[in-house]
């Protein structure tokens, strides 16, 4: 197999990079999520979210967050790969040296993260892309404008659905909702605030979430302190800083999402 | 103090390697680990029972970097900063265990028994690792002031022996705090700022070639070293990697 | 034999640089044409090979380590030497000369020692230059520290790891070098015979370590910096693979040995402490900068403290006996090391010895007083760590305890003012030759001799030898010398294998022992009536007991293994063989000289107080031997020492 020729140091700080990106993305989603605690209907984590769904830059900024999360996965699998060859002949003892906590387990981690995300994209992202069905959408004034040329359409929409609280989105359709909609021609669009609200309602679904948000913790906790490292900025002076640092963030945004999952849950 | 080694015996480079096991008695707790080593081999040799067991060592001070075995799943056995001649059987409990293996890695070979070949240190060193000059014509030596802090810190990164621990620590096989510290040393002082950009990507080119891992900062390095030097030499080692890529200073 | 110093003439001071004005060189492109050979990779070695490839002639160079970094210039820990007046203190060459020449008890030739200190400075701008991390003040400018035998502070330091340091600057050197292909390096190799051809070193056959092959490199010149012979003793501060066997084979070929029998004593050392132990580890002279050496005053206090009644701290000031500061009050702790060693046996032979009776307190309490622990800490750290990890004891809280031990060889090959032999295109350079320190050497003053050597005085005086080389042109390696050397070689290890096969064959396995029995008891033997002090009874003795204990190693020697294959107890085997040569030269010549100078110490000869008595009358001279065949005794010629320039005194330190 001819791969490109990367340097070591470089492969790792393009994994450092990418993982920083990614990160970043993490932070912002945890932060959106704590909108699906809000008890308006979905008015604002939807407008939220249709924003995302619809805005061009957005779209393009999608297709680079998956190819930053592929590469991330290949490099970091492709180093894991060529590290195990620079020691063709292990040890009979295993090792008992002092390291860093999580480094070693940090491509495992990294494997189980990709397998939980599959899981996240099931209940969300393939709704959004239309792979899967789930709960729907549509803006009112769309719906209102049906009120007379089809009364019928227009009545089932306000039986079936529920408004938000400012009353911009009819919210709460299911799949069979979406097809007499699309049918009737009104545009409509994944309603995650109650997909959301739906899924975490169910305990294994719950608890698998929760599992997901360990794993992210413990790769998290050792990436943020490494990338640091990775990038020649780690230095005694400031080694308790980033430790604490990488602690805060790592807590932030693993108790974020765990804060909405719990909180819809116990009916929050 | 009783003993029971498991020693890796392999005839030579070609051969295939296995572990033996030999009951030792009457070791005293102040005895070093090679001297340890050096009873268990005059009773081979007075019983006859097998060749001696090969090990490399020489000054048994701690500073030539001879020395290496991986002892009970540690480099340089159960202790922080020395080598394997600075460990002591007191260190250990009477009636122990001891596995006592060969470093591990694809660059260093297994010559004999214990002892690897670990001429690719040397061959980084070859790359790059020096500031370019030639006897005479150089300028006073106190033309050059060297900031105390930053002198101490060029002086603890190349306090590095190059026993290979890190190498054998690392779960990579990975030479970055050899490399870093080698870096470090000259790229902290004034004369070694010129060759800086160049040096730092030759040597990290002749790493990668020679087959070592790369970095994923374990750290397992720097709790191994026998000279305790510091994995921000493999940070600094980084920043001058990048600067090497991006800046103008390399030809 | 002839000797002939070679010493240019002209006042002292200008004697290097008239040679240097007027001596033969080679031109570049005559220097691609010429070979040498360097053995050994420690300051001298590795400085030499470094700068005569810089130079531009090939170089092929040997050790008998994995990797040239590994020689034992490394463990050096105290400092480097250098006339560069920094302190302001009146330091100067001809102050460093004076030191170096009272030293070495005016037994060092004068030319060579002034040129020494000539040299020394541009050794340290040198080394800053290859990026040697010395010790630097809050400035930035570069520190010193004082050592033994010195009224001014001319010491250079990195840590306690000057050895190192330089060594990895030469390494670097070096390294460039192999790069550039000038030099080309072979590890794991040891030199196993000298060829001479028509009267000239022209080659070396080398056993490959990791395989046992022999083999053969030629060159117009063969340069040795392989070390000293210290481990004839078994237990010294040497690494366990240092050996004199490569300057012993060219003296075999007819190079002559100098002044064997001046071997440095180093006092601070960790004390013996069991019968498996392989080797002393030194505590750098540097200690004593702060550290403060005493005894109790009491012989009963002594007694307690051996029998474990009493801990050194129970001892009162008053009771304590500071012996070096009452003898010596001028230089106290600081006086040269054969003085400070000699001291240390006369109150351990008195009885007033702690720890197992052969040792003495080296006490920090005063200096930690004075300084405060963080700065005794900061100075001396990872000595007392080391300290630490080896005794157990914690020197921050009681007096470490030292004793001296062997530590480094002055004698070594004679050599003339430009390194060479008395094979002509044999150069020593070194620990290996006799020439800078005398009968005594001081602190800090081996690694200044080691890279003065290499890069200063080499690479101008191999040019003077090598330049009517340059039409000789490749040297082969199938002469016949070449055949008769290697078959030499092979036959000598044969012999030695075959001693333990016939007897295991017919099952007298209980007779045979192994190389290091012999070895010990080879270093007990030298220790005991060859070492601090000698008589003619002891020394006859000694003569003796080695004859015995080399009639018994051909008997009984058992090594395992073959000559093919990477064979430790071989190795040891055949060192082990040269060393009953060498002890029997080391104990002539201590015999042979009748009077007490630095490391060598006739108990006949002594003041009413026990310092060295010189005989100036008969033994102002370097005595040389010549090898005459195993078992037969060597003869000797004189070097007479001519001192123009300074004037003899008694060597006076109170």
């Known amino acids: 197999m001819n791969l490109p020729k990367i340097h070591s140091i470089s492969k790792k700080i393009l994994v450092g990079a990418l993982g920083a990106f990614l990160s970043f993305f993490l932070l912002f989603h945890a932060t959106a999520n704590l909108l699906i605690l809000r008890h308006d209907g979905g008015e604002w984590y939807n407008a939220f979210c249709h924003f995302m769904g619809t805005y061009a830059i957005i779209k393009v900024l999608e297709i680079g967050l998956f190819g930053a999360l592929l590469l991330h996965v290949v490099l970091a699998i492709w180093l894991a790969m060529t590290n195990k060859m620079a020691r063709p002949v292990g040890y009979k003892k295993p090792t008992r040296s002092k390291t860093h906590k999580g480094s070693k387990l940090q491509v495992w981690t990294g494997i189980l993260i990709f397998a939980c995300l599959l899981l996240h994209f099931t209940d969300f992202y393939f709704v959004k892309i239309g792979w899967l069905k789930g709960k729907y959408m549509a803006k009112t004034e769309d719906v209102v404008a049906l009120k007379t040329t089809q009364p019928n359409t227009f009545n089932y929409a306000e039986q079936h659905g529920e408004y938000s609280a400012k009353g911009n989105w009819l919210t709460n359709f299911d799949k069979e909702d979406k097809a007499v909609l699309e049918a009737a021609g009104l545009e409509v669009e994944p309603d995650f605030y109650h997909q959301a609200r739906e899924k975490f309602k169910i305990l294994h679904i719950v608890i698998s979430y929760l599992v997901f948000f360990a794993v992210v913790w413990f790769h998290l906790r050792h990436g943020f302190a490494a990338v640091f490292q990775t990038f020649g900025l780690y230095n005694y002076k400031y080694a308790k800083a980033i430790e604490v640092l990488g602690q805060i963030f790592t807590w932030v945004v693993c108790l974020m999402f765990t804060v909405v999952v719990i909180g819809v849950y116990f009916g929050l | 103090m009783k003993f029971t080694l498991h020693i890796w015996r392999q005839e030579n480079a070609r051969a295939k390697g296995h572990f033996e096991t030999y009951p030792l008695e009457g070791i005293s707790p102040d005895c070093s680990f090679l001297e340890m080593l050096d009873i268990l081999n005059e009773q081979l040799i007075n019983d006859r029972i097998a060749h001696p067991v090969c090990f490399d060592n020489d000054c048994r001070e701690g500073i030539c970097g001879m020395c290496g075995l991986y002892i009970n799943g540690r480099p340089h056995g159960n202790d922080d900063g020395i080598t394997t001649c600075q460990l002591h059987m007191r260190k250990f409990h009477d009636g122990d265990d001891i596995w006592i293996e060969p470093w591990r890695a694809k660059p260093f070979p297994v010559i004999r028994d214990l002892v690897v070949d670990r001429s690719a240190f040397d061959k980084i060193i070859q790359a790059g690792g020096y500031i370019s000059t030639t006897t005479g014509g150089v300028p006073d030596a106190n033309t050059i002031p060297i900031p105390k802090h930053k002198a101490d810190m060029a002086m603890d990164a190349a306090s590095c022996i190059g026993c290979g621990a890190c190498v054998a620590a690392c779960k990579n096989a990975s030479a970055m705090l050899f490399v870093g510290a080698k870096v470090s040393h000259l790229a902290l002082l004034p004369q070694g700022q010129i060759e800086a950009a160049d040096r730092v990507h030759k040597m990290v080119c002749k790493m990668d070639e020679l087959g070592f891992g790369s970095c994923t900062n374990t750290y397992a390095c720097e709790a191994e070293c026998p000279k305790l030097i510091k994995r921000q030499n493999i940070s600094r080692l980084n920043r001058h990697w990048i600067g090497a890529l991006f800046g103008r200073d390399r030809k | ?654």
């Open chain 3, 1 to 654: 034999m002839k000797l002939d110093s070679k010493i240019p003439a002209g006042p002292l001071a200008e004697k290097w640089t008239n040679y240097k004005a007027s001596q033969k060189l080679v031109n570049p492109a005559n220097k691609r044409k010429l070979d040498i050979i360097v053995v050994g990779t420690g300051l001298a070695g590795a400085s030499a090979a470094a700068s005569l490839g810089a130079l531009g002639f090939n170089v092929d160079i040997f050790c008998i380590q994995d990797s040239p970094r590994r020689a034992h210039s490394i463990a050096a820990q105290g400092g480097i030497n250098a006339a560069k007046n920094y302190q302001n203190d009146g330091d100067s060459v001809e102050r460093l000369f004076r030191d170096t020449i009272k030293g070495g008890d005016y037994r060092a030739r004068e030319a060579n020692v002034y040129r020494l200190a000539e040299v020394s400075g541009a050794i340290i701008d040198q080394c800053v230059a290859q990026g040697v991390p010395f010790a630097r003040d809050y400035g930035g400018l570069l520190d010193n520290r004082s050592f033994g035998g010195a009224q001014v502070s001319r010491t250079f330091y990195a840590k306690g790891q000057t050895g190192q340091q330089l060594l990895l600057g030469a390494y670097g050197a070096l390294s460039r070098e192999i790069a550039r292909g000038t030099v080309k390096l072979h590890t794991r190799c040891e030199m196993m015979d000298l060829v001479v051809v028509d009267g000239r070193a022209r080659g070396i056959i080398v056993r490959n370590l990791a395989t046992g092959d022999l083999e053969r490199y030629a060159a117009h010149a063969v340069v040795l910096g392989t070390g000293g012979y210290g481990n004839l003793y078994y237990l010294s501060t040497n690494a366990m693979n240092s050996n004199g066997s490569a300057a012993w084979v060219c003296h075999r070929k007819g190079a002559a040995f100098a002044n064997p029998c001046y071997v440095q004593i180093h006092p601070t050392c960790i004390p013996v402490h069991g019968d498996y132990q392989s080797k002393l580890t030194l505590m750098s002279e540097s200690l004593r900068n702060d550290g403060r050496i005493w005894v109790p005053k009491r012989k009963e206090d002594a007694e307690a403290i051996r029998a474990g009644k009493l801990k050194a701290n129970d001892i009162a000031e008053e009771n304590r006996d500071y012996y070096l500061e009452r003898r010596y009050p001028a230089f106290g702790n600081l006086v040269p090391r054969d003085v400070a060693s000699r001291a240390a046996k006369e109150r351990c032979d008195a009885g007033f010895g702690v720890g197992t009776g052969y040792a003495v307190y080296l006490d920090f309490a005063d200096a930690i007083q004075r300084l405060g622990k963080e700065a005794v800490e900061q100075k001396y750290g990872n000595l007392f760590q080391m300290y630490q990890k080896i005794t157990d004891e914690n020197p921050y809280e009681t007096p470490m305890m030292i004793y001296p031990a062997i530590h480094y060889t002055m004698g070594g090959l004679w050599v003339d003012y430009e390194l060479q032999t008395t094979i002509p295109g044999l150069f020593a350079a070194g620990e290996a030759n006799f020439s800078d320190h005398g009968a005594n050497r001081l602190g800090a003053s081996a690694l200044m001799q080691g890279l003065a050597d290499g890069y200063f005085v080499l690479p101008y005086t191999l040019q003077n030898y090598l330049a009517d080389q340059i039409n000789v042109g490749k040297i082969s390696t199938t002469s016949p010398e070449f055949d008769t050397a290697e078959t030499a070689v092979r036959q000598r290890i044969n012999k030695l294998l075959q001693i333990g096969a016939e007897k295991s064959l017919n099952s007298q396995l209980s007779t045979l022992n192994s190389t290091d029995h012999y070895h010990k008891a080879l270093g007990k033997i030298m220790w005991e009536y060859c070492g601090m002090a000698r008589n003619t009874e002891s020394l006859t003795k000694a003569k003796q007991l080695v004859s015995e204990l080399e009639n018994e190693f051909w008997k009984s020697v058992f090594i395992p293994g073959t000559a093919n294959e990477m064979n430790p107890e071989l190795e040891k085997a055949y060192r082990l063989e040269d060393y009953f040569e060498l002890a029997q030269l080391v104990i002539d010549d201590a015999m042979h000289r009748e009077e007490s100078c630095g490391g060598h110490f006739r108990t006949e000869h002594q003041t009413d107080d026990g310092e060295t008595l010189r005989d100036d009358e008969r033994f102002m001279y370097v005595a040389a031997w010549e090898y005459q065949g195993h078992g037969q005794p060597e003869t000797m010629e004189k070097e007479p020492l001519n001192y123009e320039h300074i004037q003899i005194a008694n060597r006076n330190y109170k």
